[in-house]
């Protein structure tokens, strides 16, 4: 664990303990790296050296008077990829889902393969649910929570929170078209109970050439929580398997594989 500065900001870090093949992690909203590090990283760890950042006004990085965009997101996270000097492999929840799928757009060149877990590449695509605002039931326990790690304290959660609102309400803003663009292998995980609509994760799935699609059953947008040992297993597979992958009986991707 450090502070760095990405982009001028102190931030706090996990780098990579070695060298050799690398998973960055990138936590969701409203979390920290803590979120992804305390689930996937033991289990990563075994084949791949792991590193996370948290992300400005989140966790235990200050925040700014700015509001929140994933544009300024991947910029931080690209700042963050290029301070590792390394191809890396990108796993994204919530997010930091949609901010990978935006550095994959960008600079394809940092990464080896993306997984977008729960990601929503338009605001549009998220299923009606409740308000999460400083007056909800569950507030007070998050700015406790909140306030365990931000340097910015207590009441500092509010602005938070309802910057985090505006976010998710006005962005990401990308259409099908602009998915065309990723030419990195990604895998699309969700819960079949995520808060994407299924058929705005499957239309994130077909619009990027070298995609490949899991939806699991009886998961929630926790699943990496839920279902942590399954998704380590499909996350590894994915890292480490050809691509596109062998199957006895290709029909989507029969006609791609027959021009490479």
């Known amino acids: 664990m450090t502070r760095i500065l990405l982009n001028g900001h102190p931030t706090w870090a996990r ?5 050799g093949r690398t998973v960055v992690l990138l936590h969701g909203g409203l979390s920290s790296s803590e979120s992804l590090l305390s689930v996937l990283e033991r289990p990563l760890s075994t ?3 792991v590193a996370a950042f948290d992300r400005r006004g989140h966790g235990r990085t200050p925040d700014t008077d700015q509001p929140f965009s ?4 991947a910029e931080e996270t690209i700042a963050f990829l290029s301070l590792l000097d390394r191809r890396v492999y990108l ?8 901010v990978a ?3 994959a757009l960008r600079r394809p060149d940092l990464l080896r393969r993306v ?5 929503n590449f338009h605001h549009d695509g998220l299923v009606p649910m409740p308000e999460f605002t400083p007056t909800s039931q569950g507030f007070e326990e998050f700015a406790q929570d909140f306030a365990t790690r931000s340097p910015d304290g207590i009441d500092h959660a509010a602005a938070v929170v309802e910057k985090s609102l505006s976010l998710v ?5 990308l259409r099908v078209d602009d998915l065309r663009g990723v030419s990195v292998p990604v895998l699309v995980m969700s819960g079949d109970d995520d808060v994407a609509r299924l058929d705005h994760t499957v239309a994130l799935y077909e619009a990027m050439p070298a995609a490949q699609l899991a939806v699991l059953p009886g998961a929630s947008h926790g699943v990496l929580k839920e279902q942590t040992k399954v998704c380590v297993r499909m996350i590894t597979r994915f890292f480490l398997g050809p691509v596109p992958p062998v199957t006895k009986y290709p029909l989507r991707r029969a006609h791609r594989d027959a021009l490479e």
């Open 15 to 19: 780098l990579p303990k070695k060298k």
């Open 47 to 49: 084949s791949f050296a």
């Open 70 to 73: 994933y544009d300024d997101m």
């Open 91 to 98: 796993v994204g929840h919530s997010d930091g889902a949609n």
């Open 101 to 103: 799928l935006l550095v």
């Open 115 to 119: 997984v977008l877990v729960g990601a």
């Open 169 to 173: 309400k006005t962005q990401p803003t």
